[in-house]
């Protein structure tokens, strides 16, 4: 069955740009949304934002200025930028499919990777 | 957006009870896109119901969900040990979907 896995750095320096890479196996990325969610003990879980195999996006509108996502259908996997952190972006970074089951234009999230945490600290 | 408010923060009950949660919406959820989700202690989060009341693959029939509009439930009939977790519901209603803030069922 599908497998999501999260990467990246486990410390990011205040102002910097926390970078995450998601390595999705046991099938193709193509032709679905994939979706990056936080959990923090501030704000709880807060969905960042999904991204379509095609690189057609969505982000929340509360993190839209800092956000950026993309993929690579070759490598399986899929990508987050957020810019310009503070402590608020301190938290634990999932990856998360996107049911194709739902009949409207967004979905459900099923599986999700195991998380990362990101602490931002200088 | 639609704030999802969850009730109660956290259910003292006894293995074998009956546990309800509560999920309202600030905002009316069109044809029932509300999800619910499972977390235990250092786990990641898993999808028990969508759609408001379809369960999940593999998920045990003693997990129901019900509701729409702006009131959704969640019912354990009989809470097993591994049932003790917290418990989120989401919405997929309008961007951006949104998560409640959890009820923590803890035993009694």
């Known amino acids: 069955q599908v497998q999501l896995l999260e990467s990246g750095p486990g410390l990011v320096r205040p102002s910097e740009t926390l970078s995450l890479s998601c390595t999705v196996s046991?099938?193709?990325?193509?032709?679905?949304?994939w979706s990056w969610i936080r959990q923090s003990a501030g704000k709880g879980l807060e969905w960042i934002g999904r991204i379509y195999s095609s690189g057609n996006t969505n982000f929340n509108p509360s993190l839209k200025s800092r956000v950026s996502m993309s993929i690579d259908m070759s490598k399986n996997q899929f990508f987050l930028n957020l810019t310009s952190v503070t402590a608020a972006d301190t938290a634990v970074y999932y990856c998360?499919?996107?049911?194709?089951?739902?009949?409207?234009?967004?979905?459900?999230?099923?599986?999700w990777g195991q998380g990362t945490l990101v602490t931002v600290s200088s | 957006e639609i704030v999802l408010t969850q009730s109660p923060g956290t259910l003292s009950l006894s293995p074998g009870e009956r546990a309800t949660l509560s999920c309202r919406a600030s905002l009316s959820v069109t044809s029932r896109y509300l999800a619910w989700y499972q977390q235990r202690p250092g786990q990641t989060p898993r999808l028990l119901i969508y759609g408001a009341s379809s369960r999940a693959t593999g998920i045990p029939d003693r997990f129901s969900g019900s509701g729409s509009g702006t009131d959704f439930t969640l019912t354990i009939s009989r809470l097993e040990p591994e049932d003790f977790a917290v418990y989120y519901c989401?919405?997929?209603?309008?961007?951006?979907?949104?998560f409640g803030q959890g009820t923590k069922v803890e035993i009694k």
């Open positions: 998360a499919k996107d049911s194709p089951d739902s009949m409207w234009f967004l979905t459900w999230f099923d599986p």
């Open positions: 989401q919405h997929y209603d309008s961007l951006p979907p949104t």
């Open positions: 046991g099938e193709s990325i193509r032709s679905n949304y």
